[in-house]
C-alpha cells in the first residue's frame, strides 16, 4: 500500500502530461471522460483506505466492550458467591456458639431456630436452611415459601446421609466450604416446575475442642445469581453465555439451550464450537478471533482454594458477519461525502487523503501515548506492613514520597499512634486487635495518614492479612493510593456544578462541533426547551432568523481561534415567543491546550430592550414636543410681527373700497381684501398647529351642528349667490365631540 501511495505523485504528473497532449488531439468530452476515469481510479484506493481504517477502529472498540462486559459479569457472580458464603460463615459461627461443648441435638433449638427464620425472612436468598449431624440426619430444617420461613417439625425431618452434598461435606476441615453444581431443584425425582436454579453451600460445624459435629447447608436460589448476572452484562445480552465446567449453558439467549443437562440434552457450547472451547477451558481469560468469530471469556472460581479447576465460564461470541461491515452499506453510508470529494482536483484529493491518514495515526499515538502515561501512574502505590500490636514493619518509597516520612522514622513505630488522626486510632485498634475473629476483613478501606509537615492525606487501601509460618494473622498489609486530590477536585466539581445549576444566568455547554452537552436550568426556564430536547442539536434551533449569517460567521470564526464573542442574539422560544438575550461566549481547553468546547454564558435582556425602546420613544416625542414649542415661538413671533401690519393695509383698503371709484379700483380694493383674510386664515393655522387647543368634549347633534354651520355662512353664501339644500335622516343619534372645532371643519369644507 505504501509503494503505491508513492507513485501517486508521480502518476499524476504523467497523467497531466498526457492530459495536454490528449487535449490537442481530441475533444473536450473525450478528455474530460479520460481525465476524470483516471482520477475516479485514484478515488478508489483513498476510499479503501479509508474503508480498511474505520474497519479497523471499529474492531478495536468491539474488543474493549467485550472485556468490559465479562468481566463485568464474572465480577458480579463472584460478588454474589461471596455474600453467599458470608452468610453461611454467620450462621455457622452462630450455630458453633449455641452448641457450645454438647452435640447438636442439644442446641437450644428454639434460638437457632428463630435465629434462621429471621435470617431466611430478611435475605429472601435461601430455599431451606438446614442443619445436619454427623451421621447425615437433619437437626433442623427452616422451609422458605410463599414468602414467608417455616420450621419443619421433628417428625418431618429427613436423612441426607445419602446426598451427594453430604458426602461431598463430612470431610471438610474447619472452614471450608463445599458449593454443589447450579442444577434445577427436584423433588421426589422430578424436576420442580416452575424452574428452580438452586446452589448448595455447606460448611462443617466443629464444637470448642475441634470435634466435628455436623454441617450447615444453604439452598440459595440460583435464579437470583442468574439474573444479577444478566443485568451486568446487559449490554451483550444477546451474545453472552455462561458455561459450566463441562460447556454446559447456565444462561444464554436462546432459552431452549439451557439446563441441557437435566434434560439429556447433548447439545453444550463445547461440541457447538469444539475448538475454541479447548482454548477457553485452558485458560482463566482471553480474546481470541478465530473462523466462528471473535470470542471473549472470563472464569468465576468457585472454589479457588480447593478446587481451582471448579470454575464457570463467562463467553461473549460474536459472529463474523456482526464484525464486518459491507462495502455497499459503508459506501451508502458516506456517499454524501464522497459524491463532494469527487468534485475536487486529483492533487486536492490526494492531499486531503494524507491529511486524514496522519490525523488518524496522529490522534491513536496521542491516545497511545496517554493510556501508557496513565498506567505508569498508577502502578505507583503505597504500602504498608502493620501487626497486631500496631507496629509498622514496612512501608514502600511512594508512600514516603507522598508523606515526608523517612523510613527510620516509620518502620518500628506505632502506626496507630503517630500516624493516624485521632477519630480513627479506636476504629484500626479494633480491627487490629481482632484479627483471630475478623473472617470478612475489610478489602477496601479508606484512612487519613498524617504526613510529617503535619498535613492529612487520604489514601483508599486494600487490605490483606499477613500469616505467620503456623497460619496464624499477625498483621495487615495495605497498598492504597492517595486519593486526597481526587476527592478534593471531585468537592471542587460538585461545587462548580451546584453553581452552574443555581446560577441566574444561561449556560450552554457544546462541543467542537457547535452541538449541545449540556444546559442549565436557566435555560430552559427562559427558552422552554428541555435538556432531552436539545442535546445533540445546535444552538441554531433557537433562531428568528433576525441575526444575520455574517454576524453568526464572525461568531465562530473568533471563536475556533480561541477568541471571546459578546454580543446580542433576537431568538425566538419553544412557544413561538421572540425574546433577547446578550451572550459571551468562549473556548475551553483541555490540559493539552486544545479546544474540546465552547462555554456559552447568557442573560435574557428581553425587559430591558423593551424599557430603552420606550426610553428611545419618549425621547423623541420629547424632542418633537421640542421641536412644536420652538415652532411655536416662531409661529407667535411671526403672527404677531405681521397681523399689525396687516390689520393696517387691511383697514387702509377698506376706507379706500368706500370712496367713489371707478370698477377697476374697486375691484382691485376687493382682490387685495380677499388676499389679506387669506392671509390672516394662514396665521391663525400656524398659530393653532402649534398651539392646539384642548379638546371640550360634549354630547352634539349632528344635523344641528351642520344647520348652525351653514348659518354662520349664509352671508358669505348670498355674496357668491350658492343655494345650500340640507336634508337629514330622521333619528341621528347624538356623538361626543368638540362642537366649536366640528363647527369649524364643516365650514372649511362648504
Known amino acids: 500500500m505504501g509503494k503505491n501511495l508513492s507513485v501517486i505523485p508521480q502518476t499524476l504528473r504523467t497523467m497531466n502530461a498526457s492530459a495536454k497532449t490528449v487535449t490537442q488531439r481530441f475533444s473536450l468530452g473525450r478528455y474530460f471522460i479520460r481525465f476524470f476515469a483516471a482520477f475516479a481510479f485514484l478515488f478508489s484506493g483513498v476510499a479503501a483506505i479509508h474503508y480498511f481504517l474505520n474497519y479497523g477502529a471499529e474492531r478495536r472498540s468491539w474488543e474493549t466492550r467485550e472485556t468490559l462486559n465479562v468481566e463485568l459479569g464474572r465480577r458480579t457472580i463472584l460478588t454474589d458467591l461471596d455474600s453467599v458464603l458470608g452468610d453461611l460463615g454467620f450462621l455457622a459461627r452462630s450455630v458453633e456458639q449455641a452448641s457450645a461443648d454438647g452435640q447438636l441435638q442439644d442446641i437450644a433449638r428454639p434460638v437457632v431456630a428463630s435465629l434462621f427464620q429471621t435470617f431466611a425472612a430478611e435475605k429472601h436468598l435461601y430455599d431451606q436452611i438446614r442443619l445436619l449431624d454427623r451421621e447425615g440426619r437433619e437437626v433442623l430444617r427452616v422451609n422458605y415459601q410463599a414468602g414467608a420461613p417455616r420450621v419443619v417439625a ?17 470431610d471438610l476441615g474447619p472452614g471450608q466450604v463445599y458449593i454443589s453444581p447450579l442444577d434445577l431443584n427436584i423433588e421426589d425425582g422430578v424436576i420442580e416446575v416452575p424452574f428452580k436454579p438452586m446452589l448448595r453451600f455447606a460448611r462443617p460445624v466443629f464444637d470448642a475442642a475441634g470435634g466435628r459435629q455436623g454441617l450447615l447447608l444453604l439452598n440459595y436460589y440460583g435464579e437470583r445469581l442468574i439474573s444479577n448476572f444478566n443485568r451486568a452484562s446487559a449490554n451483550i445480552a444477546d451474545h453472552v453465555h455462561l458455561l459450566d465446567t463441562r460447556g454446559y449453558w447456565l444462561s444464554n439467549p436462546r432459552q431452549e439451550d439451557q439446563w441441557g443437562f437435566m434434560f439429556g440434552n447433548e447439545r453444550t457450547f463445547a461440541k457447538r464450537y469444539p475448538a475454541a472451547w479447548r482454548r477457553i477451558i485452558a485458560e482463566r481469560s482471553g480474546q481470541f478471533l478465530d473462523a466462528d468469530g471473535l470470542f471473549t471469556f472470563g472464569s468465576a472460581d468457585l472454589l479457588p482454594e480447593r478446587d481451582p479447576s471448579y470454575r464457570w465460564k463467562i463467553v461473549s461470541h460474536l459472529p463474523l458477519e456482526s464484525l464486518s461491515i459491507s462495502p455497499i452499506a459503508f459506501l451508502r453510508q458516506n456517499l454524501s461525502v464522497y459524491g463532494a470529494v469527487l468534485a475536487l482536483l486529483a492533487l486536492g484529493s490526494l492531499l486531503l487523503a494524507q491529511a486524514r491518514y496522519h490525523h488518524h495515526w496522529a490522534e491513536t499515538q496521542r491516545e497511545y501515548e496517554r493510556r501508557f502515561r496513565q498506567t505508569l501512574e498508577n502502578i505507583e502505590l503505597a504500602a504498608v506492613s502493620v501487626e497486631r500490636n500496631g507496629q509498622a514493619t514496612f512501608c514502600n518509597k511512594h508512600f514516603l514520597k507522598i508523606t515526608g516520612w523517612q523510613e527510620e522514622e516509620v518502620v518500628g513505630s506505632d502506626w496507630v499512634e503517630h500516624f493516624l488522626p485521632d477519630a480513627d486510632k479506636a476504629e484500626v485498634r ?27 492525606r487520604l489514601i483508599a487501601w486494600h487490605n490483606t492479612l499477613s500469616y505467620s509460618a503456623d497460619g496464624k494473622a499477625v498483621g495487615i498489609t495495605a497498598i492504597g493510593e492517595d486519593i486526597t486530590e481526587r476527592r478534593r477536585a471531585e468537592d471542587q466539581v460538585r461545587k462548580l456544578s451546584r453553581a452552574m445549576e443555581q446560577s441566574p444566568s444561561i449556560v450552554v455547554i457544546t462541543d467542537r462541533q457547535g452541538r449541545i452537552e449540556y444546559i442549565n436550568p436557566k435555560f430552559t426556564e427562559v427558552s422552554g426547551y428541555t435538556l432531552e430536547e436539545v442535546r445533540g442539536q445546535n444552538p441554531r434551533i433557537l433562531k428568528s432568523g433576525v441575526t444575520s449569517p455574517g454576524e453568526y460567521r464572525e461568531l465562530w470564526r473568533t471563536i475556533t481561534r480561541g477568541g471571546e464573542w459578546r454580543g446580542e442574539f433576537h431568538n425566538r422560544r419553544k412557544n413561538g415567543e421572540l425574546y433577547w438575550e446578550s451572550a459571551s461566549i468562549s473556548a475551553v481547553y483541555n490540559r493539552q491546550g486544545e479546544i474540546t468546547n465552547f462555554l456559552a454564558v447568557k442573560e435574557d435582556i428581553t425587559e430591558r430592550k423593551r424599557l430603552e425602546a420606550t426610553v428611545a420613544e419618549r425621547n423623541r416625542e420629547l424632542a418633537r414636543t421640542q421641536t412644536l414649542a420652538e415652532m411655536g415661538r416662531m409661529a407667535s413671533m411671526i403672527a404677531h410681527d405681521l397681523r399689525n401690519p396687516l390689520s393696517s393695509v387691511k383697514m387702509a383698503l377698506k376706507i379706500f373700497a368706500k370712496r367713489p371709484a371707478n370698477g377697476e379700483a374697486a375691484e382691485i380694493c376687493a382682490i387685495g381684501l380677499d388676499q389679506i383674510r387669506y392671509m390672516e386664515n394662514i396665521l391663525a393655522d400656524m398659530l393653532t398647529y402649534t398651539r392646539p387647543e384642548a379638546m371640550r368634549l360634549e354630547w352634539i347633534a349632528v344635523d344641528k351642528l351642520l344647520e348652525t354651520s351653514v348659518a354662520m355662512l349664509q352671508g358669505r353664501l348670498e355674496e357668491l349667490g350658492v343655494q345650500v339644500v340640507s336634508r337629514f335622516q330622521s333619528g341621528l343619534p347624538t356623538l361626543p365631540g368638540d362642537g366649536n372645532k366640528l363647527r369649524q371643519v364643516f365650514s372649511n369644507l362648504i
Do not use: C, W
Not at 417428625?155 to 461435606?169: C, E, H, N, P, V
Not at 486487635?433 to 495518614?449: N, Q
Open 430 to 456: 479494633a480491627i487490629l486487635g481482632g484479627l483471630d475473629h475478623l473472617d470478612d476483613l475489610p478489602s477496601r478501606y479508606e484512612m487519613k495518614v498524617l504526613a510529617r509537615n503535619g498535613d492529612e
Open 154 to 170: 421433628v417428625d418431618s425431618l429427613q436423612d441426607k446421609s445419602g446426598r451427594y452434598y453430604f458426602a461431598a461435606t463430612k
